[in-house]
């Protein structure tokens, strides 16, 4: 079997930094919960277009590029699963933890100023928000992936056979929106949109042919393909621009499938224009990516927040805020390596970008 091809490797690394930044503006829309914006606005269409429709592929394709590169080479004996899951410790669990305690303290501190009832928190009401249901969104697909690691040896992809069953089985419920395990928080533990795209990126790591075949379409193809993607995105905003499947199920039969369609059609988008991007020009913003999807939100989210709603009139509120949020956390991450580079490789699992 082939290896990943670093033209295949450098595409991802490409893709996952432009993904990072369309999670936080997912994370600093404006227009619905924070600053509610009437529905026939052009501001609330264009934001609905931008964080509800094209960037709702950044999560399914970090669990597909994760997926692929925890199969990549996998051998399926006691011995591989083993060390794949230690290396996985340093690079997800350790990160995840540690996130997840410094922003449950700036969330304290933060809460502590205007409500009481947070002294009032038991130690086991801490736990559960440092392991189970952190106090950043971000964190919940680092959850879902650390499950999916204890249940990779369930997503393998011999016999043919299983594979196929398994595939189908996730896209039935995928595609219909069917969720089989229960709510925390906000969020489904283990969301079935996670763990298919993560088989996918294990089909590709068993099957590399696949992706140098994906990598290979023309440039007319790739074309069509964005443009078939913007434009299911566009007309789902224009039929249902309410639609919602993050936090409550609000949706109709024909924009849940145009929805879904223009995800696995962003997808695939996604990675084909990503390929042409240069890399070497990326690649300081790129080795930054973890740290900044990691601390986007709690506690900068606050501040910007804070000064652009003082400073900033409403409709252009998300813009500067995006924006600003991620100019500084890029330089918040780039000045931490500098000045305390064991702390910052400790915090991002020792993530490089040498591919």
């Known amino acids: 079997m082939t290896d990943i091809s670093v033209r295949a490797s450098r595409t991802f690394v490409v893709a996952n930094l432009v993904a990072t930044v369309m999670v936080v503006a997912i994370h600093y829309a404006s227009y619905r919960e924070h600053l509610p914006i009437r529905i026939d606005s052009l501001n609330y269409r264009i934001q609905e277009f931008f964080i509800n429709g094209l960037s709702r592929v950044a999560v399914p394709f970090f669990a597909l590029a994760a997926g692929m590169f925890l199969f990549r080479g996998w051998v399926s004996t006691a011995i591989d699963y083993r060390a794949r899951v230690k290396r996985r410790v340093r690079t997800l669990l350790i990160p995840y933890l540690l996130a997840s305690a410094v922003i449950f303290l700036c969330w304290f501190a933060f809460q502590a100023r205007f409500d009481d ?135 109709t039969p024909l924009s849940l499938g145009l929805q879904k369609a223009a995800i696995l059609t962003g997808v695939l988008a996604l990675v084909l224009v990503c390929r042409s991007i240069d890399f070497d020009t990326l690649m300081r913003l790129q080795r930054h990516a973890f ?40 330089v918040v991450g780039q000045t931490t390596q500098r000045y305390f580079p064991q702390i910052y490789s400790v915090v991002t699992g020792g993530r490089q970008s040498k591919v």
């Open 117 to 251: 009832s947070v002294f009032r928190l038991r130690w086991a009401d801490v736990i559960w928000h440092l392991t189970i249901e952190p106090k950043a969104p971000q964190l919940w697909f680092l959850r879902d992936l650390i499950l999916l690691v204890i249940l990779a040896p369930l997503l393998r992809f011999k016999p043919r056979w299983y594979s196929m069953v398994m595939g189908c089985v996730l896209l039935a419920l995928w595609a219909a929106e069917i969720q089989g395990l229960p709510e925390i928080g906000r969020a489904y533990l283990l969301n079935n949109e996670t763990m298919l795209f993560f088989w996918v990126g294990g089909l590709l790591a068993a099957r590399p042919e696949l992706l140098e075949k994906t990598l290979d379409i023309s440039t007319p193809i790739a074309v069509v393909v964005v443009a078939i993607w913007v434009g299911l995105v566009l007309v789902r905003v224009w039929i249902d621009p309410e639609f919602d499947l993050a936090f409550v199920r609000k949706f």
């Open 291 to 330: 740290f900044v999807y990691l601390f986007h939100t709690v506690p900068i989210i606050y501040i910007v927040r804070a000064a652009t709603s003082r400073l900033v009139p409403a409709d252009l509120e998300f813009y500067v805020s995006f924006l600003c949020a991620t100019a500084i956390v890029f």
